[in-house]
């Protein structure tokens, strides 16, 4: 009876045991450092610092102290004002330095409020010493805030933080502003504006802030056209420099082109183009440029198959045609701009719709202006129902193309009821009752026939 219990005790203990070795396995599975017996003691690492911490607003507190005190060494005339000016962009340069080393070291937030008072202080320096103490010039001053600029970039492409591109847009953009406003100087931040963005762009760095800097480069573009339009620098210097800005930004961007970034270069074209051309040609030369541009752009949409190219030829289409309404002789640079419209008008793609129907509008208008120096100048009752059947024949003639094209059946109802509008305001008023007669008749008979002949392609996406 005794062996008897001894031998169940003995053979509960060796379930017993099994089970833990069971147990064993499974936590050794479960956790294969534990099981190899290398675990790796675990090290407390210190938290980072949230975004807003008052030891780092200190910190920025007191690097902006050290940059007064350089200020008030300079201005007791213990330091030379252009060797302070000096050490204290030097001091700027050392807690940039100091921010890429936070950064390498994974304290973000110290690194960026280095960065941000860095860049604070770089840029009320530059214009202060620029604009208010007259020690540097607008084009050095320029000169270093894009080299400030840059090194912050760097930080944000070494770190691949763009936060830190927000910083370097920012200090750019307002220090670029405030020497063109303060000097009257508008050159040197532009071109410096611009090569920050373009440098930006190459670098892949964030959108947004690569468009901060487009925008600055803009509207420093726009403003050299001002200067150059209120006497204050030569119109070849800004012509130059507006197409120096422009090329930049489409060369660098058009190699890769991307959204939203994408956008500038048409932009910029937009502005390079119209106040180069503004500043520079004649009327008739406006036209003939700009009808050519146009032409050019519609080519270069077909090619890339991106449609802000397509709409820009409509653009520079509508500019080329006012330039040739203003030109003397009209008649000859009405032609030329009608036959660079149809130039681009064939280039254009098929499936942009309404910079096609863009286009034929202009040609339309070209044609009937056209016309009109070609009417038999009478009675104004006259020339009034000449018009009106001009412009009827017109709208009959697009509803027959409109059986290939379908903008032109879309501009032919559009055209009847200009046409319309303009028998109320002008034949109502100047006709007598047989001219009027037969503009209603024109007009009655026009409408007949582009109600029968609608184009089967537009029937179809109507009955879709």
């Known amino acids: 009876m005794a062996a008897t219990e001894i031998e169940a005790l003995e053979s509960r203990m060796t379930r017993v045991e099994e089970a833990l070795h069971a147990l064993e396995v499974r936590l050794g599975a479960a956790d294969p450092v534990a099981q190899s017996g290398n675990a790796v003691p675990q090290i407390d690492e210190p938290a980072e610092s949230p975004l807003f911490d008052f030891a780092l607003i200190g910190k920025s507190v007191l690097i902006v102290g050290g940059a007064y ?9 213990l330091v030379p004002q252009r060797a302070g000016v000096a050490i ?95 000097t009257a100087d508008v050159l040197a931040p532009a071109i410096a504006v611009t090569i920050a963005g373009v440098v930006a762009w190459r670098l892949q760095l964030d959108s947004y802030a690569t468009l901060v800097l487009a925008a600055a480069s803009d ?7 001002a200067m150059a339009a209120a006497d204050r620098m030569p119109n070849t210097y800004a012509a130059a420099a507006m197409i120096a800005i422009a090329l930049l930004w489409v060369v660098v961007i058009e190699t890769r082109p991307r959204w939203p970034e994408s956008i500038q270069s048409a932009a910029i074209v937009l ?15 406006l036209a003939v440029a700009w009808g050519t541009l146009a032409a050019l752009t519609a080519a270069i949409g077909r090619a890339s198959r991106r449609e802000q190219w397509t709409m820009q030829a409509a653009f520079w289409v509508l500019a080329s045609t006012a330039a040739a309404f203003l030109s003397e002789p009209r008649p000859s640079m009405l032609l030329i701009a009608g036959a660079l419209t149809l130039v681009t008008l064939a280039l ?14 202009v040609v339309t208008v070209i044609a009937l ?29 697009l509803s027959l193309i409109g059986h290939v094209r379908t903008e032109a059946a879309r501009l032919a ?33 026009a409408m007949v026939i582009i109600a029968r002949r609608r184009s089967p392609r537009l029937t179809l996406k109507e009955n879709a």
Not at 379 to 387: F, N, Q, Y
């Open 369 to 397: 202006a056209s016309v009109d120096g070609l009417l038999i100048r009478g009675s104004a009752g006259v020339l009034a129902m000449e018009r009106s059947m001009a412009i009827a024949v017109t709208a009959v003639l």
């Open 219 to 225: 509207f420093l573009a726009i403003a050299l056209g």
């Open 88 to 182: 204290a962009f030097l001091y700027a340069m050392a807690w940039i330095a100091i921010a890429a080393r936070d950064a390498a070291r994974g304290r973000r937030a110290a690194a960026l409020f280095a960065a941000s008072t860095a860049s604070m202080i770089a840029a009320a320096l530059l214009w202060e010493a620029t604009v208010r103490f007259h020690i540097l010039g607008v084009v050095p001053a320029s000169a270093l805030a894009l080299v400030a600029a840059l090194s912050v970039l760097a930080i944000s492409v070494l770190r691949r933080d763009t936060a830190f591109a927000f910083i370097a847009a920012a200090m750019m953009t307002f220090t670029s502003i405030g020497l063109a406003i303060g």
């Open 413 to 445: 109802p559009l055209v009847l009821v200009a046409g319309g509008i303009k028998l109320l305001i002008e034949d109502f008023r100047t006709g007598g009752a047989a001219t009027i007669a037969v503009a209603l008749a024109a007009y009655g008979t």
């Open 271 to 285: 502005i390079a183009a119209g106040g180069a051309g503004l500043l520079m040609l004649t009327a008739p030369a």
């Open 69 to 77: 005190l350089l200020r008030a060494l300079t201005e007791t005339g």
């Open 348 to 361: 254009v793609p098929a499936d942009a719709a309404w910079s096609r129907l863009t286009l034929l509008a």
